[in-house]
Every structure is written in structure tokens, then in C-alpha cells.
């Protein structure tokens, strides 16, 4: 151990808390929780690390700083959300809630309920996060069937009901809907309905059959056998969806299942949500282990990220063994018989399943790639015509920065898959404005250019993103370096995904599922995904920015707009008032304006 960090060591407190480790540039390594954070650090440092993963780890750390807290609890917490904030490279990556889809009920006038991913802070009710848009969609035809709510988008204020706004749609001629929109239900019975979906979205069928039953003997006290006889017909069906249903015991109550499986590097966790003795999702987590983390405190980790993203205040969590949970209102249960033993069997095998597909996977993945490569490189020039192996490919694309600031980059790939150490990315230099095609000239110039005066391996074949415009530039280039006989170009058109060939009138137009388009596809869209990382990395050190950010009320989407309409920031300036002003609005348009007169750019 260095003698700096072991003054460091010595000097840390034999309390609960976080820790932190950081390297000589002051990057976040690793955040890990502890009782006994002296204890747990001098750990890392007293032996020989148990694993290589570790060992990098403890090589890299400079310094290191801590947290003290209260409990464990509150360690358990901070780390999760120091993790999910800064993903430090030696944790496990912790996934949040933004891809799962949500119903929302619709703060508003009689409130919709329908499907969406994006959580905003409106005041609406978001009910979720669930695990698959299939199971989102289940539900929402669930309540269909049985409470029928509506579906337009009509502003029912009261006023607008009053004045007679609205008339009933054909969702009302066919039941699905009671007419709101023209006072024919009141609201308290609209409501009424919605805190049934919502006993649904969390479980409560028993409660929901309880309401309809009401509803079905008002409604034969009332004479109205027709509709009594719907809504007994509503009854039975959700008697039949709740025995299908995974139901373990409708007297156990809410818990959370989880249970893990650890196959080396690779960690693979089931989650059960269990609500009034049924479980209504499951949910699988595959992570990776980058340090020496044991399995409760991965355990313990996943938990916490998952409670929060499933939003659960289940006071009973069930576990295949025993972890440091330490928050004294949930119980941690490790069950040895009976419905919670069934639980985590189910959990289990979910899990198991799991691992099997990663084996599998990885199986084939090892057995069938490199034959299934060396296939489609068989193809490959085979079907372009080109006269040597195409081992080496390089493919080039243009971006720009709202309009401005063009960059370029060049991915590399070497026997069908990427080279990440020959990836380069280029600031333009010697192109005023926004060219694409004399970008592209540039770029393909300068690279070719070096590597023939290091006298480095040229590649067989460059792929342009971009039509004929770019691969023409591109191909002057390699002219102007002596090398058209030596390197095969094509362009790949960014819409319509045909390749296009210098001199050749008719594109190349391949099967939509064929192993050479896919291959050609896969690294165009890594060409995008180096070049969107660029711009990322320019964006955070402040390297680009626009003049038009400097403007006090110009706001991103303004700035988007005015960026595709006039290109650049010196055609806002000499764009005609009422073309800004169509474009933006009149009070947007007078500041920019005016902004550019101070600066007597106009």
C-alpha cells in the first residue's frame, strides 16, 4: 500500500457510512457501503486481492473519502443514489425507470388513463413502472372491460359541458364510453371509477369485485336488469382473469421476491411483486461484477435500485438468504417452508432461466460467430465486386453542432468487428460554414493521407454515410492521394439504405435481412454512436457552445428551430425579421433581434 493512502486508512472511522475511491485524475472509482468503514477499506489493502477485477481496482486509487451516517439504512440509500448519479467504472451498473412504460391518470376533467414512458411532474397519477408495454396494455383492456372511461382528448370543464360543447362519439354508441361530454355521467361517478383502476393497477381485484357486486344489486333494485346483467357478465370476468393469476395465498398480503444466481462475473436477479397474496410483475436484472462484491451486498444494492424504480412500500421482502438491510419498518425474510418457500421457487426459476439463455447465448456466440462472419465478409465481396478480402473496413460521417460547428469520425473494423483503438474523430478545418461534401473531402484527406506517409495498412474498403454528393468528395480525395486503384468506396444513403458505387448509375439495393446490409448498417450506426460521443464529450468541457445560448429567453428548442431553418448563426443574422418571426414568434423573434443590433451585427 502507498504510504499516503495508509495514513489515510488508519485515520478512518469505525462507523457506518460510505466510502470512495478515486484515481490521480480524480475520477469516481468505486462507491461501497459498510458498518465498519476502517474495517471494510483496510480490507481491500490488508491481502492479496481475491480477484484481477479487484486488483485493478485497488492499482488505480489515489485517494480516498467518506461518509459517516446513522445507520445502515441510510448507507444502503446514499450509495444507491451516488451509483445511479455518477456511475463509478468498478460498481454494478444500476438501471433506472426510463424505458418502462407507466398509465398515467391524467390530472384533469375527467382524467384519461392510457400508456406512456415519460413521467412528468404535472400532478398526474403515474401508476407503475411495469416491466413490459404487453402487461401495460393487458391492464388497460382489462379496465376497458370492465370500467369504461374516456379516451378523447375533449377539454370537459364544466362550462364546456354546460354549453352543450361536445356530442357523444360512437365510443358511447358501442359502451365504452358514458358520455361525459355531454353531462350524461357526473363526476363523482366518473371518480368512482377511477379509484376502481387504480385498486386494479395495484392488485385489489377483491376490492373491485366488491364494487361491481354493489353496482349490480343497485342496479336490479333499480329495475335495471339489462345493465344488472352486464355487469354481472363484468364480474365474471375478472373472476376468471384473477384465477388465472399467479396467486400464492390472497391472505399472505404485499411482499417483494428476490432471488440471485452467480455465474463468475455475471449476476443474474429475479424480482417477484407480490400484492394481496398474487404476483402482478416480475422483473430481471443482469448485472456485472467489477470488484470484489459479495453476493448479499449486491443483493442489498439491486434491492434498493428496484424498490425505488417499482416505487414499493412492501413491508416484507423475501430473500433467499440473509443480508444488511437494516431499515427497521421492512422485514427481511428468509423462509424455510410454506407459500413464501413457493415464492422464492418461482423466483428461483426465473433466475435459473435467466442463466440458461446467457449460456446458451454466449454457446452460440462462441460456437457460430466467427464462422457466421467469415460468411458474411464471403459476401460482402462477393456481392460489391471487390477484388481482395475485406479485412480491413473504415467508415466515415459528417455531423454538426446545431447547425454548426462541423465534426467528423471513422470507425475502424478489423475481420467484421470494431477496432477501437484505430476510431479517430476530426474538427474541420479548412471548411467555412456547413459543407457536408467538402467536409467530407477533408477528413477522408487527412487520414488517407497520414496513414500513406506512415506507410501504416491501408483498408479495402471505406464506407461514406451519405449519397453520391458525399462519395464523390470522399473519392476526390483518395484521387488526389494516388490511391483509387487501391481502395474500394461506397456511399450508403441515409434513407433508403442503398449503396451507391463511383460511376455506377443504378444503386445496389440488398435484401432488408441480408448479413452483408446488416453488417454494413451495424457499423454506419457505430460511426453515429462515435460521433454522437463526441459531440457529447465537446458539449460537457464546454469546447462548443452557440452564440445564441448567450441570449437571455432563447431556449434550446428556439435555438434547434432557427438552427435547421437558417443553417447557421451568421444566416440568423442576415435572415429577413418576419422569416425569424414566422418561425419563432414575434417576442422571441424582437430579442434575438435586438441582441444582434447591440452587437451591430445588423
Same mark, same amino acid.
Given at each position: 500500500?502507498?504510504?499516503?493512502?495508509?495514513h489515510?486508512?488508519?485515520?478512518?472511522?469505525?462507523?457506518p457510512?460510505?466510502?470512495?475511491?478515486?484515481?490521480?485524475?480524480g475520477?469516481?472509482?468505486?462507491?461501497?457501503?459498510?458498518?465498519?468503514?476502517k474495517?471494510?477499506v483496510?480490507?481491500y489493502?490488508?491481502?492479496?486481492?481475491v480477484?484481477?477485477?479487484?486488483?485493478?481496482?485497488?492499482?488505480?486509487i489515489?485517494?480516498?473519502?467518506?461518509?459517516i451516517?446513522?445507520?445502515?439504512?441510510?448507507?444502503?440509500?446514499?450509495?444507491?443514489?451516488?451509483i445511479?448519479?455518477?456511475?463509478?467504472l468498478?460498481?454494478i451498473?444500476?438501471?433506472?425507470?426510463k424505458?418502462?412504460?407507466y398509465?398515467?391518470?391524467?390530472?384533469?376533467?375527467?382524467?384519461r388513463v392510457f400508456?406512456?414512458?415519460?413521467?412528468?411532474?404535472?400532478?398526474?397519477?403515474?401508476?407503475?413502472?411495469?416491466?413490459?408495454?404487453?402487461?401495460?396494455r393487458e391492464?388497460?383492456?382489462?379496465?376497458?372491460?370492465?370500467?369504461?372511461v374516456r379516451?378523447c382528448?375533449?377539454n370537459?370543464?364544466e362550462?364546456?359541458i354546460?354549453?352543450?360543447?361536445?356530442?357523444?362519439?360512437?365510443?358511447?354508441?358501442l359502451?365504452?364510453c358514458k358520455?361525459?361530454?355531454?353531462?350524461?355521467?357526473?363526476?363523482?361517478?366518473?371518480?368512482?371509477?377511477?379509484?376502481?383502476?387504480?385498486?386494479i393497477?395495484?392488485?385489489?381485484?377483491g376490492v373491485v369485485?366488491q364494487f361491481?357486486k354493489r353496482?349490480?344489486?343497485?342496479l336490479?333494485?333499480?329495475?335495471?336488469?339489462?345493465k344488472?346483467?352486464?355487469?354481472?357478465?363484468?364480474i365474471?370476468?375478472?373472476?376468471?382473469?384473477?384465477?388465472?393469476?399467479?396467486v400464492?395465498?390472497?391472505?399472505?398480503?404485499?411482499?417483494?421476491?428476490?432471488?440471485l444466481?452467480r455465474?463468475?462475473?455475471?449476476?443474474?436477479?429475479n424480482?417477484l411483486?407480490?400484492?394481496?397474496g398474487?404476483?402482478?410483475?416480475?422483473?430481471n436484472t443482469?448485472v456485472?461484477?467489477?470488484?470484489?462484491d459479495?453476493n448479499?451486498?449486491?443483493?442489498?444494492?439491486i434491492?434498493?435500485?428496484?424498490?425505488?424504480?417499482?416505487?414499493?412500500?412492501?413491508?416484507?421482502i423475501?430473500v433467499p438468504?440473509?443480508?444488511?438491510?437494516?431499515?427497521?419498518?421492512?422485514?427481511?425474510?428468509v423462509?424455510?417452508r410454506?407459500?413464501?418457500?413457493?415464492?422464492l421457487d418461482?423466483?428461483?426459476?426465473?433466475?435459473?432461466y435467466?442463466?440458461?439463455e446467457y449460456?446458451?447465448?454466449k454457446?452460440?456466440?462462441?460456437?457460430?460467430?466467427?464462422?457466421?462472419?467469415q460468411?458474411t465478409l464471403r459476401?460482402?465481396?462477393?456481392?460489391?465486386?471487390?477484388?481482395?478480402?475485406p479485412a480491413?473496413i473504415?467508415c466515415?460521417?459528417n455531423?454538426?453542432?446545431?447547425?454548426?460547428?462541423?465534426?467528423?469520425?471513422?470507425?475502424c473494423?478489423k475481420?467484421?468487428?470494431p477496432?477501437?483503438k484505430d476510431?479517430?474523430?476530426?474538427?474541420?478545418?479548412?471548411?467555412k460554414?456547413?459543407?457536408d461534401?467538402?467536409?467530407?473531402?477533408?477528413?477522408?484527406?487527412?487520414?488517407?493521407?497520414r496513414?500513406?506517409?506512415?506507410?501504416?495498412?491501408?483498408?479495402?474498403?471505406i464506407?461514406?454515410?451519405g449519397?453520391? !454528393?458525399?462519395? %464523390? $468528395?470522399?473519392? &476526390?480525395? @483518395?484521387c488526389? *492521394?494516388?490511391l483509387?486503384?487501391?481502395?474500394?468506396? +461506397?456511399?450508403?444513403?441515409?434513407n433508403v439504405e442503398?449503396?451507391?458505387?463511383?460511376h455506377d448509375r443504378e444503386?445496389?439495393?440488398?435484401?432488408?435481412?441480408?448479413?452483408?446490409?446488416?453488417l454494413?448498417?451495424?457499423?454506419?450506426?457505430e460511426?453515429?454512436?462515435?460521433?454522437?460521443?463526441?459531440?457529447?464529450?465537446?458539449r460537457?468541457?464546454g469546447?462548443?457552445?452557440?452564440e445564441?445560448?448567450?441570449?437571455?429567453?432563447v431556449?434550446?428548442k428556439t435555438?434547434?428551430?432557427l438552427m435547421?431553418?437558417?443553417?447557421?448563426?451568421? !444566416?440568423?443574422? %442576415? $435572415?429577413?425579421? &418576419?422569416? @425569424?418571426c414566422? *418561425?419563432?414568434?414575434?417576442?422571441?423573434?424582437d430579442? +434575438?433581434?435586438?441582441?444582434?443590433?447591440?452587437?451591430?451585427?445588423?
Open positions: 500500500m502507498k504510504e499516503d493512502l495508509r489515510i486508512v488508519q485515520a478512518l472511522p469505525s462507523s457510512g460510505i466510502y470512495r475511491y478515486y484515481n490521480e485524475k475520477e469516481l472509482l468505486y462507491v461501497g457501503k459498510a458498518k465498519n468503514i474495517k471494510r483496510s480490507s489493502f490488508s491481502h492479496k486481492a480477484n484481477r477485477k479487484t486488483a485493478e481496482l485497488v492499482s488505480r489515489h485517494t480516498i473519502q467518506f461518509t451516517v446513522h445507520s445502515e439504512s441510510d448507507a444502503l440509500l446514499l450509495e444507491n443514489n451516488l445511479k448519479q455518477y456511475k463509478p468498478f460498481n451498473d444500476l438501471k433506472d425507470d424505458t418502462y412504460p398509465i398515467v391518470i391524467k390530472k384533469e376533467p375527467f382524467p400508456l406512456t414512458r415519460k413521467k412528468l411532474d404535472d400532478g398526474s397519477t403515474y401508476l407503475g413502472p411495469f416491466t413490459s408495454t404487453g402487461k401495460v391492464f388497460l383492456d382489462l379496465i376497458r372491460q370492465l370500467l369504461p379516451t382528448k375533449l370537459l370543464s362550462q364546456n354546460r354549453s352543450n360543447k361536445y356530442k357523444v362519439c360512437l365510443e358511447y354508441q359502451g365504452n358520455g361525459p361530454c355531454e353531462g350524461l355521467q357526473d363526476s363523482d361517478d366518473y371518480m368512482a371509477h377511477i379509484a376502481q383502476i387504480k385498486n393497477l395495484n392488485g385489489k381485484l369485485l361491481l353496482e349490480m344489486q343497485t336490479a333494485t333499480d329495475m335495471k336488469f339489462e344488472a346483467a352486464t355487469t354481472k357478465k363484468k365474471e370476468f375478472l373472476e376468471n382473469y384473477q384465477s388465472t393469476s399467479a400464492v395465498n390472497p391472505n399472505m398480503g404485499d411482499a417483494d421476491v428476490f432471488y444466481i455465474e463468475e462475473d455475471k449476476v443474474f436477479i424480482y411483486m407480490v400484492r394481496n398474487a404476483v402482478i410483475q416480475s422483473d443482469e456485472d461484477v467489477k470488484a470484489d459479495d448479499a451486498d449486491i443483493l442489498a444494492t434491492i434498493q435500485n428496484t424498490r425505488n424504480i417499482f416505487q414499493s412500500a412492501a413491508q416484507e423475501i438468504f440473509a443480508i444488511s438491510w437494516g431499515i427497521s419498518d421492512v422485514q427481511i425474510t423462509p424455510k410454506g407459500n413464501k418457500v413457493s415464492l418461482m423466483s428461483k426459476a426465473n433466475a435459473d435467466q442463466l440458461k449460456k446458451r447465448k454457446s452460440l456466440l462462441l460456437t457460430n460467430d466467427n464462422k457466421n462472419i460468411d459476401a460482402l465481396k462477393q456481392k460489391l465486386h471487390l477484388t481482395v478480402w480491413h473504415e466515415f460521417d455531423s454538426n453542432f446545431q447547425g454548426s460547428y462541423p465534426v467528423a469520425a471513422m470507425v473494423f475481420d467484421g468487428e477496432s477501437k476510431y479517430r474523430t476530426y474538427h474541420i478545418k479548412t471548411v460554414g456547413i459543407d461534401f467538402a467536409s467530407m473531402k477533408e477528413v477522408v484527406f487527412r487520414r488517407y493521407a496513414l500513406k506517409s506512415e506507410g501504416a495498412m491501408l483498408p479495402q474498403l464506407i461514406i454515410d449519397g453520391k !454528393g458525399q462519395l %464523390n $468528395a470522399a473519392h &476526390e480525395s @483518395i488526389q *492521394l494516388g483509387e486503384n487501391s481502395i474500394t468506396l +461506397i456511399g450508403l444513403a441515409k442503398e449503396l451507391f458505387f463511383i444503386s445496389l439495393k440488398l435484401p432488408i435481412n441480408d448479413p452483408v446490409l446488416l454494413i448498417r451495424k457499423i454506419r450506426d460511426v453515429h454512436r462515435f460521433g454522437l460521443q463526441f459531440h457529447r464529450n465537446l460537457s468541457k469546447s462548443i457552445s452557440n445564441l445560448e448567450n441570449i437571455n429567453g431556449g434550446t435555438i434547434e428551430l435547421k431553418k437558417f443553417r447557421s448563426v451568421e !444566416g440568423i443574422m %442576415n $435572415a429577413d425579421k &418576419e422569416d @425569424i414566422k *418561425l419563432i414568434g414575434k417576442s422571441k423573434s430579442i +434575438i433581434l435586438d441582441y444582434f443590433k447591440k452587437k451591430g451585427a445588423r
